[in-house]
């Protein structure tokens, strides 16, 4: 058999073998470097040496390959103390190469322990040859040994095996023997082997630079079972070596590393990452555990949700797992929702998780099919199965979540990774880990960019590998923000003349042609942007299609039709488009820009395009829209402490840190946390009355008449003039706070009560239907839940068909708040009168209105420190609602969750 390969002396006349030899290549063999010492043969590459080999009736014979991974001794082999265990081997290449290589050579793989292994050698007494049996121990040893456990006293490693094959039981070469330990006097155990595995030797091969042996691949225990898993293995070494889109990488690859909290608490978690990223606190890395990807493959006992901003490295960390888990010998599955889209809904339509699971991989084009995934699975192999891009999920994000937890509780051996890049998502399952991908680090940065160059730069901006690839890329030259470093880049790929540094003109036909095209792709829904949009007018040759292509900056997706770099690019294109057409900033333009609030990063990109007061301006207008939103955009965009807009946006929503219902606090606590430098909070969230007695003493900060307007309306100590003035006003931000400032200051008070009710009805039959008046409607609505007397207006409002389903919203749930906060009588009997109404008109609710009674149903983290009545009261209510919730299949889950949670809550109680 060709397998049967004997090393013999140097003697002529001695046919006794001294050890053996592994056939990788029909023309290769691998022998113990200490098995040529014993043979007599000196250290020269080129020398002869003597072979036997089975079947064949003439010596053979092959040349020595230069070993220089071996310690150099002149020409004599070292001793063994002097020649680590990994490195005792050589190549030989033969005379006459055989009639066919081995069947196949692979590394090992974590399923491997236990399994049963036959080598083949040439112990004393069996020139002729003997087969040895043996199991693969658990793990390999310091010396990056594997142990072969005996089976039995007859059948172990002997001297003799040296240098010979150790297959499995398909005949799969792992590697080759080098040593054996022999059992004690009163050891009952046979001879026990080690063997160098065949990964440890590529990678010396790789590093060799010995022609012969570069060309040698050892494939991955992974790709030796799932052939699909090379083309996701080939695939991720292409994404390693260039951008997503097919750009050479400017950058050399710098490792990165995941960042897993510390915290147990995901609101602190959430600002913690978000402090790490903005740069606004120094020692927060002692806040994280850091798993580089060999690391995070040896913690397979844990989910993970990865999220960090826009250019982090989420995608390119996941390449780096797709390698090391294929070496580790796990089968990594890799969804990318960028992909799948708008055809995530699909997945939907199926009713089992396997047809769910099996849509997901189609929509979403894997590279491992969904039957790879099940026999995987069945088999027991450990998976990696890999979620990209969680936030082009948003519209179903809950379903999608859902679906993971499913995915836990059917597959077993699976583990779980999604990445985000929108600031803190809160739907993740709670037996995930949160965790971001760690910043560059400084030294990291210095070795891409000299002292000198780096130094001009924002450090922050710089961490990020996304910004740090393109500062290299288009050459030096200072920048203010994301969006200088980008426009920056595009106009150098837009460049006539390679030598050329051009400076940026943001009013460019080619910039405005491509901003404008990037705002109408997002108008449609859409990350590709079609080719008449991106072709502005002129005969130049090469056309800026053209640059644009060569540069990477674009790939072509279809016919006509392109797809930016990175989505970043795409951001602020469409931010670029949106400020130079002097849009406005109402509901309909910031859900384009937002991609329906998929990401805030083009949001960031305006604000940093415009100047101070324009910035302020639609600032505001994105906190009447989504306060979240405005939060995670005052994060990217403002860093100074003294800021009088984010130290304003930060106090009004402070109250939320004391509202009734949990759902608002902890939505509320990791956002402000990560802001609280704004508001003079270093510690502890003090209550809303001390951050108000702060502001008092801050009043020269808010000296500019708006926020000087605001300010009077937030600190206002009595239901002035002033109060009334801003709740009805044109700014969000003074009329949200003259709400929070009637609900501390008037609370209760009939005059009060009776000239907010005459106000909302004189605004309901306005015959102007201006947005802002529904603002102001919704703002009156928030006041009147600290006015138990109003409980029969809210109701009326909440189930008003012809009312703005915002203002429904927040009439139900001032609704339930003022029964929640009355004596048990009065809040059975407000909740009461809501289920009647939601028994009558409960069809005619959209989700909106609907959903305020599933995120106001737990008022305390524990049931029993809620009132000893709530759940009892509250669960028919809850119930209700949820029936007529089953209308709105895509929310849905979030209905289940919330309801699992009320029941679990009430029965740890009860307990």
């Not at 493959?297 to 090391?324: H, M």
């Not at 780096?454 to 590998?465: F, H, K, Q």
């Not at 108000?692 to 009077?712: G, I, N, P």
Request: contains cysteine.
């Amino acid at each position: 058999m060709p397998s049967a390969i004997a090393v013999l002396s140097t003697d002529n006349d001695v046919s006794i073998p001294v050890g053996a030899a592994t056939v990788i290549a029909p023309e290769l063999l691998l022998t113990c470097a200490h098995v040529l010492r014993d043979g007599g043969y000196a250290r020269e590459s080129g020398n002869q040496v003597r072979l036997r080999i089975a079947g064949r009736t003439e010596p053979a014979s092959a040349k020595l390959l230069d070993a220089p991974w071996i310690p150099s001794s002149g020409s004599e082999w070292p001793r063994n103390e002097d020649l680590p265990y990994k490195l005792d081997w050589v190549a030989l290449r033969l005379s006459e190469p055989l009639a066919r290589g081995p069947s196949q050579l692979r590394a090992l793989a974590l399923s491997d322990a236990g399994v049963i292994i036959h080598s083949f050698g040439f112990p004393e007494g069996h020139p002729e040859g003997w087969e040895a049996y043996g199991r693969i121990a658990s793990s390999s040893d310091f010396r990056e040994l594997r142990q072969l456990e005996a089976v039995d006293q007859r059948s172990g490693i002997e001297l003799g095996f040296s240098g010979g094959p150790v297959f499995d039981e398909k005949e799969a070469t792992l590697g080759i023997v080098v040593s054996r330990s022999r059992p004690g006097s009163g050891d009952l155990l046979a001879a026990a082997g080690f063997m160098i595995p065949l990964d440890v030797i590529s990678r010396i091969f790789q590093e060799s630079n010995v022609p012969e042996l570069t060309g040698i691949r050892i494939e991955p225990s992974v790709v030796a079972k799932y052939r699909r898993a090379r083309d996701l293995l080939q695939w991720a070494e292409q994404r390693l070596q260039k951008n997503p889109y097919g750009a050479q990488r400017a950058t050399p690859l710098l490792p990165l590393s995941l960042a897993v909290s510390k915290s147990i608490q995901p609101g602190e978690a959430f600002s913690q990452i978000e402090q790490l990223h903005i740069g606004t606190a120094s020692g927060l890395e002692s806040y994280f555990d850091l798993l580089d990807p060999r690391d995070f493959c040896k913690s397979q006992d844990r989910n993970y949700y990865v999220q960090a901003p826009g250019g982090a490295g989420k995608s390119f960390f996941l390449y780096e797992l797709i390698l090391t888990s294929v070496t580790a010998g796990v089968l990594p599955i890799f969804i990318s929702a960028i992909s799948a889209r708008k055809s995530i809904a699909e997945v939907f339509a199926k009713q089992t998780t396997e047809e769910r699971l099996r849509t997901l991989f189609e929509v979403s084009g894997s590279k491992i099919s969904f039957s790879s995934f099940k026999k995987a699975s069945e088999a027991g192999q450990e998976i990696l199965l890999m979620i990209d891009g969680l936030n082009e999920a948003s519209a179903e994000i809950s379903r999608v979540v859902l679906l993971i937890e499913n995915i836990r509780a059917q597959y077993e051996n699976v583990q779980i990774l999604m990445t985000d890049r929108m600031s803190f998502r809160s739907e993740y399952p709670d037996s995930f880990t949160l965790a971001t991908i760690s910043p560059l680090t400084a030294d990291q940065v210095l070795r891409i960019l000299p002292g000198e160059f780096a130094s001009g730069y924002d450090n922050r901006l710089l961490r990020i590998p996304f910004f740090l690839d393109l500062v290299r890329e288009s050459g030096p030259r200072r920048v203010a923000n994301r969006k200088a470093v980008i426009l920056r880049y595009i106009t150098w790929a837009l460049r006539q003349d390679d030598s050329a540094q051009p400076a940026v003109d943001p009013e460019s036909e080619e910039l405005l042609s491509l901003a404008k095209g990037a705002f109408d792709a997002y108008a449609a829904g859409k990350l590709e942007v079609r080719q008449g949009n991106i072709k502005p007018p002129g005969d130049q040759e090469p056309t800026p299609l053209a640059r644009l292509l060569e540069a990477g900056l674009l790939t072509q997706v279809s016919s006509g039709s392109y797809r930016f770099r990175h989505q970043l690019i795409h951001d602020c294109l469409a931010a670029h488009g949106f400020t130079s057409a002097k849009l406005p900033a109402d509901a309909a333009n910031l859900k384009i820009l937002t991609l329906d609030r998929r990401s805030s990063d083009a949001l960031g990109f305006v604000v940093e395009g415009l100047e101070k007061a324009q910035a302020d301006n639609f600032i505001v207008e994105i906190y009447d829209w989504d306060w979240g939103l405005t939060l995670s955009c005052l994060l990217e965009t403002r860093t100074d402490s003294t800021d009088a807009l984010a130290t304003a946006i930060c106090a009004v929503i402070a109250e939320k840190l004391e509202d009734t219902f949990l759902h608002t606090r902890q939505r509320t606590r990791p956002r402000l946390s990560a802001l609280k430098r704004f508001i003079g909070v270093e510690a502890e969230w003090t209550s809303v009355q001390d951050i108000v007695a702060q502001l008092r003493a801050r009043e020269a900060l808010f000296r500019e008449e708006r926020l000087r307007r605001w300010w009077l309306a937030f600190t206002a100590e009595t239901p002035r003039p002033e109060l009334w003035h801003a709740l009805v006003g044109n700014d969000p931000l003074s009329g949200w706070s003259a709400a929070a400032a009637l609900r501390r200051v008037a609370r209760g008070e009939e005059t009060v009560f009776e000239q907010l009710a005459v106000l909302y009805e004189a605004l309901k039959s306005h015959p102007e239907a201006a947005s802002h008046l529904t603002s102001v409607r919704w703002r009156i609505v928030h006041v009147l839940g600290r006015f138990p007397q109003a409980i029969s207006l809210l109701l009326d409002i909440g189930f008003d068909p012809t009312e703005d389903p915002d203002v429904q919203y927040g009439a139900i749930r001032e609704s339930i708040e003022i029964a929640s906060a009355g004596r048990e009588e009065e809040g059975r009997a407000t909740l009461g009168r809501a289920l009647e109404k939601l028994n009558a008109r409960g069809e005619t609710l959209s989700s909106r209105p609907l959903c305020s009674f599933r995120k106001c149903a737990i008022l305390k983290e524990r049931a029993d420190q809620e009132p000893a009545w709530w759940r009892d009261a509250y669960r028919p209510v809850l119930m209700c609602a949820a029936q007529f919730a089953k209308r709105f299949e895509d929310e849905y889950p979030q209905w289940s969750k919330q309801i699992d949670r009320f029941e679990a809550n009430e029965r740890d109680a009860s307990n």
